[in-house]
């Protein structure tokens, strides 16, 4: 039998989505638990990653299953010239379930191809991130006490953006409205909006980042414009400071606004809104542990109560 992978958030009903944040639920209620006693995580990640990896390996760890891997590909044989292909198939030798992160979009769908392992992509390129989805999903239903009819606008780099792109995806069942924020350089692709205008998802597109934006907005979804995405440094120059939320541009916000960002930020939001409670982000990121713990035991079908 194939075994389950997570390499897409379109592979995940609206029903899969509950299920999995039900469960997050659970789990950030009561974290450790032996449910993956005997169990081998392998981690490989291609690309850096702080907050991806380091909370699968918490949620590894607080289930009681153990992890190996590697966190720079240069020190092992794909150095050598050793293919993707032949990496899965070692690793599926040794571990139960691997996590991989890799710069080709892609990656992550064709390593579910030839292993019988399940495998959870951890973000490929510039295509997709479930797992942020899950865990942004998650924040969101539990700030606003629903995911229903939602007013969610993205800011920064839409264009290389894989969690704004998985998010839209994620969204899709809960009837959103989408604010686009972005220079003309990083708009959102074609490829996004016709998916909006195919579920009858509204969206609008603005270049400038307009308080009147921010006032209507029950998530305010910041994003790093991400300099490894760019062939054109002086593209990346010129775009890279070209959103900075201050504090002040939230003063007529609604109540229930969150702000949340994928992280890592450099510049996009300044220091003073960290005190502010509508910020969310560093929150975001512990969810990540509940939410991928969630995960880890849906891809492997095993129960939570
Ligand atoms: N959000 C996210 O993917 O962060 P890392 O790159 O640190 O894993």
Same mark, same amino acid.
């Given at each position: 039998?194939?075994?389950?992978?997570l =390499?897409?958030?379109?592979?995940?009903?609206?029903?899969? #989505?509950? !299920?999995?944040?039900?469960?997050?639920?659970?789990?950030?209620?009561?974290?450790?638990?032996?449910?993956?006693?005997?169990?081998v995580?392998?981690? $490989?990640f291609?690309?850096?990653s702080? !907050?991806?990896?380091?909370s699968?390996?918490?949620?590894i760890?607080?289930?009681d299953?153990? =992890?190996? +891997?590697?966190?720079d590909?240069?020190?092992?044989?794909?150095?050598?010239?050793?293919t993707l292909?032949?990496t899965?198939?070692m690793?599926?030798n040794?571990?139960?379930?691997? #996590?991989?992160? *890799?710069h080709?979009? +892609?990656?992550?769908r064709?390593?579910?191809?030839?292993?019988?392992?399940?495998? #959870?992509?951890?973000?490929?390129?510039a295509?997709?991130?479930?797992?942020?989805?899950?865990l942004?999903?998650?924040?969101i239903? /539990?700030?606003?006490?629903?995911?229903?009819?939602l007013t969610?606008?993205l800011v920064?780099?839409?264009?290389? +953006?894989?969690t704004?792109?998985?998010?839209i995806?994620?969204?899709? *069942?809960?009837n959103?409205t989408?604010n686009? =924020?972005a220079?003309?350089?990083?708009k959102?692709?074609?490829?996004?909006k016709?998916?909006?205008?195919?579920?009858?998802?509204r969206? *609008?597109e603005?270049t400038?980042?307009?308080?009147?934006? #921010?006032?209507e907005?029950?998530?305010?979804y910041m994003?790093?414009v991400?300099?490894? !995405?760019?062939?054109?440094m002086?593209?990346?120059?010129?775009v890279?400071n070209?959103?900075? $939320?201050?504090?002040?541009?939230l003063?007529?916000? /609604?109540?229930?606004?969150?702000?949340l *960002?994928?992280?890592p930020?450099?510049?996009?939001?300044?220091?003073?809104?960290?005190?502010?409670?509508?910020a969310?982000?560093?929150?975001?990121?512990?969810?990540?542990?509940f939410?991928?713990?969630?995960?880890i035991?849906?891809?492997l079908?095993?129960p939570?109560?």
């Amino acid at each position: 039998m194939k075994s389950k992978s997570l =390499v897409s958030i379109d592979q995940c009903s609206k029903e899969d #989505i509950l !299920r999995i944040l039900e469960n997050a639920a659970k789990f950030e209620a009561n974290p450790n638990r032996k449910l993956l006693e005997g169990k081998v995580a392998a981690t $490989l990640f291609f690309e850096p990653s702080t !907050r991806t990896r380091l909370s699968f390996e918490t949620a590894i760890n607080r289930l009681d299953g153990r =992890v190996i +891997g590697f966190t720079d590909a240069s020190t092992t044989s794909s150095s050598k010239g050793e293919t993707l292909k032949d990496t899965i198939l070692m690793v599926s030798n040794y571990a139960d379930l691997i #996590i991989m992160r *890799h710069h080709l979009e +892609g990656a992550a769908r064709y390593a579910s191809e030839v292993t019988n392992i399940p495998v #959870i992509n951890a973000g490929d390129g510039a295509n997709q991130h479930p797992s942020q989805t899950l865990l942004d999903l998650y924040s969101i239903q /539990k700030t606003q006490g629903t995911l229903d009819n939602l007013t969610i606008t993205l800011v920064g780099d839409l264009k290389y +953006g894989r969690t704004v792109h998985s998010l839209i995806v994620g969204m899709s *069942h809960f009837n959103p409205t989408f604010n686009f =924020v972005a220079p003309n350089e990083l708009k959102m692709p074609d490829e996004q909006k016709h998916f909006c205008d195919k579920h009858g998802i509204r969206y *609008h597109e603005y270049t400038e980042f307009d308080e009147s934006i #921010i006032d209507e907005t029950d998530i305010l979804y910041m994003t790093r414009v991400q300099r490894e !995405r760019f062939t054109d440094m002086e593209e990346y120059e010129r775009v890279k400071n070209v959103y900075i $939320l201050k504090n002040d541009m939230l003063k007529n916000s /609604k109540d229930n606004l969150k702000i949340l *960002h994928p992280l890592p930020r450099v510049n996009e939001i300044a220091y003073d809104v960290d005190d502010n409670p509508k910020a969310y982000y560093f929150q975001q990121a512990r969810n990540g542990v509940f939410t991928r713990e969630a995960i880890i035991c849906d891809v492997l079908n095993i129960p939570v109560n």
